[in-house]
């Protein structure tokens, strides 16, 4: 949930590479046609890059820009920062058609609160570092039926999330060092699917659950020569349909259909859509979505040679990508009246 979409070189914003730590963080179906796969918070960040261009050889899987994190790691103090801040649905007008057509103005929400927290777990060996970032966001939404009045509607949708990071750095001597991040956003999100034609019975809902992890081992071997080992997976879990399929299942049925089988529902029982030509009505059509995993080993070496008619730095590295993707989805087709 607000992820932003960056278009470079003339490119779709499809065709970028978005990596944390190293790890990529794009999706692997949609590439970053929705922005990063999981939402990097900004306080976690200690720096980022951003290239358009001339790519070096370890760049790849893009066309676009290519965009780098890094996240921040914790000290030998500890250090936080807490924050948040919150709009009021006083500061939100009624929007032009529900002051127009008298429809009651639905109660808008947005807030943003959350931390950061690093320190040390053992002083110049071990140290620690956290995030929790709380998003809640409830946008108007306004449909107006002139051919049928009585459907139109003015809802706040809902979009929420929890988003959290946690790595550790272990300094095993002085010449080797390891460590591991992991982050993770989950984000239901109702009425989520809104066009000119839905009515409140044809919206649809969605949950997502995107998670990275990333762990690296850094050696130093001399005065020249550095070597990383990298192991980072990413992967998804999205459910998305309508309400009838989800009040199916267990305890509603949508949490239980986005991360496991045993809540599925029956698209055969929601009633059928009725296609009109200025609206939809009854049930939408689809409940589907996809688990998918990018795997990724990676190995680079740099070599620094000085003092040969100049300086020189060398790097050497392979990477290995592995990717699966599984779809479960119901359809229907519309009648159309």
């Not at 879990?237 to 299942?249: E, P």
């Not at 009109?276 to 795997?295: H, I, K, M, R, V």
Request: net charge negative; with cysteine; charged share 20%.
């Amino acid at each position: 949930m607000g992820n932003d979409t960056i278009v470079a070189g003339g490119q779709t914003a499809q065709n970028s590479n978005v990596s944390v730590d190293g790890g990529y963080n794009g999706d692997d179906a949609l590439g970053t046609s929705s922005g990063a796969q999981v939402r990097t918070p900004l306080e976690a960040v200690q720096e980022f890059q951003v290239l358009t261009s001339m790519y070096d050889a370890e760049y790849g899987r893009a066309s676009g820009a290519i965009v780098n994190a890094v996240s921040k790691a914790g000290t030998n103090q500890f250090k936080g920062v807490v924050f948040g801040y919150a709009a009021s649905n006083r500061l939100t007008a009624k929007d032009y058609f529900v002051a127009r057509n008298g429809l009651e103005k639905p109660t808008t929400t947005q807030r943003e609160w959350g931390g950061v927290l690093g320190g040390p777990i053992v002083r110049n060996r071990a140290h620690f570092f956290a995030s929790l970032e709380r998003q809640v966001d409830n946008p108007n939404r306004s449909r107006v039926f002139p051919t049928r009045p009585s459907l139109s509607f003015a809802i706040a949708e809902d979009r929420t999330d929890w988003n959290t990071l946690i790595r550790f750095d272990h300094q095993l001597s002085s010449n080797h060092t390891w460590a591991v991040r992991w982050l993770r956003e989950t984000a239901p999100q109702w009425y989520t699917v809104i066009n000119s034609r839905h009515t409140l019975d044809t919206l649809q809902d969605e949950t997502d659950l995107d998670q990275t992890a990333v762990g690296t081992l850094t050696s130093v071997f001399g005065n020249a020569h550095v070597n990383t080992v990298r192991l980072a997976r990413t992967w998804e879990h999205w459910w998305h349909g309508n309400q009838c399929f989800r009040a199916q299942g267990k305890d509603g049925g949508n949490a239980g259909f986005a991360f496991g089988s045993e809540d599925l529902g029956n698209q055969a029982l929601c009633p059928p859509q009725l296609s009109y030509n200025s609206f939809l009505t009854q049930a939408s059509t689809e409940s589907q979505g996809p688990w998918d995993s990018n795997y990724q080993v990676e190995d680079d070496f740099s070599w620094f040679v000085p003092g040969k008619k100049g300086d020189h730095e060398l790097k050497f590295g392979a990477r290995y990508n592995y990717r699966s993707e599984e779809h479960t989805s119901e359809l229907q087709s519309p009648y159309v009246i």
